[in-house]
C-alpha cells in the first residue's frame, strides 16, 4: 500500500530564511505522480506541483523549488527567501497508476509552516 | 468563474441525525472526490467518482454515502452510523479519471456535533 511521510509537523523561520519541506513516499508501483498543495488558514488547498516518475528533472518556479529523489524515494520542497504570506499547512501526496482510474492522493500529515516577520 | 462550490461553509448536527454537504463543480470535471481532515492529520479519502452514476468507496467510507446523478453534483451524506463526524470535509475534482492530472479543491464544510 502507498503511504507519504511528512516527519516534520511544524516548522518555524524568520522572514526571509530558506527553509525545506521533506517528503518520503512509499508505492510498490513504476509509475506514480507526487503532489504538493498548500492550505493557508482559509482551509481550501491549492495545488503547487506535481511530478510523475518518470521526470527526476528539479524544477524551481519563482522561489519555490522541488527536488525529486527516486532513489530515497524522496519529493523535498524548498522555499527561498521565505515570506510571511508563506506560513500555510503543505501537504506532499501521492498518486499511483493502478490501471483503474484515478482513485484519489494518499495524502502526508503535512508540515505547518510558520514565517516570522 | 469556474470553481468548486462547498455549502454550507459550518454545519452542526445533533446526535442521531443525518447531514448532507454539498458539493458543485462548474469546471466540466469527470472525478469528483470527498475527504476528511482531522486536525493534525492529512486528509482522507471517503468516496470518489469517475463518472456519473458511480461512485467507488475509499479508505474511510463507513458512516457516509454519496449520489453522483449529475456530473457537476457530488453530495456527501454524514450518517448516524458515523460516530465521530467532527471534522472538516473538502471535495474535489479533476479534469479527467487519471491518476496524473491534480485535484482542484472547494473551501472546505466544517462539520461540528452539538
Known amino acids: 500500500a502507498q503511504k507519504v511521510t511528512q516527519a516534520q509537523t511544524e516548522i518555524s523561520v524568520v522572514e526571509k530564511e530558506d527553509v525545506t519541506l521533506d517528503c518520503v513516499y512509499e508505492?510498490?508501483?513504476?509509475?506514480?505522480?507526487l503532489f504538493w498543495y498548500k492550505q493557508p488558514p482559509s482551509g481550501e488547498l491549492v495545488f503547487l506541483i506535481r511530478r510523475n516518475s518518470f521526470d527526476e528533472q528539479n524544477e524551481i518556479s519563482g522561489r519555490y523549488s522541488w527536488n525529486f529523489q527516486k532513489s530515497t524515494s524522496s519529493f523535498n520542497f524548498t522555499i527561498t527567501a521565505s515570506q510571511v504570506v508563506d506560513s500555510a499547512v503543505y501537504f506532499c501526496?501521492?498518486?499511483?497508476?493502478?490501471?483503474?482510474?484515478?482513485?484519489?492522493?494518499?495524502f502526508g500529515k503535512g508540515t505547518h509552516l510558520i514565517i516570522q516577520p | 468563474d469556474g470553481g468548486i462550490t462547498q455549502s454550507p461553509k459550518y454545519l452542526f448536527r445533533k446526535e442521531g441525525q443525518n447531514v448532507t454537504l454539498s458539493c458543485e463543480q462548474n469546471?466540466?470535471?469527470?472525478?469528483m472526490y470527498w475527504y476528511r481532515q482531522d486536525p493534525g492529520q492529512g486528509l482522507r479519502l471517503i468516496y470518489y467518482?469517475?463518472?456519473?452514476?458511480?461512485?467507488q468507496k475509499g479508505d474511510i467510507a463507513e458512516g457516509y454515502s454519496v449520489s453522483r446523478e449529475k456530473k457537476e453534483s457530488f453530495p456527501l451524506t454524514v450518517t448516524s452510523a458515523q460516530k465521530n463526524p467532527t471534522a472538516f470535509y473538502l471535495c474535489?475534482?479533476?479534469?479527467?479519471?487519471?491518476?496524473?492530472?491534480?485535484?482542484?479543491f472547494g473551501d472546505g464544510t466544517r462539520l461540528s456535533i452539538l
Open positions: 501526496a501521492l498518486s499511483e497508476d493502478s490501471g483503474g482510474g484515478a482513485d484519489g492522493l494518499t
Open positions: 469546471l466540466n470535471h469527470d472525478a
Open positions: 474535489a475534482s479533476s479534469t479527467s479519471r487519471e491518476e496524473d492530472q491534480p485535484q482542484h
Open positions: 467518482s469517475q463518472i456519473v452514476n458511480d461512485f
Open positions: 508505492t510498490r508501483d513504476t509509475t506514480y505522480y
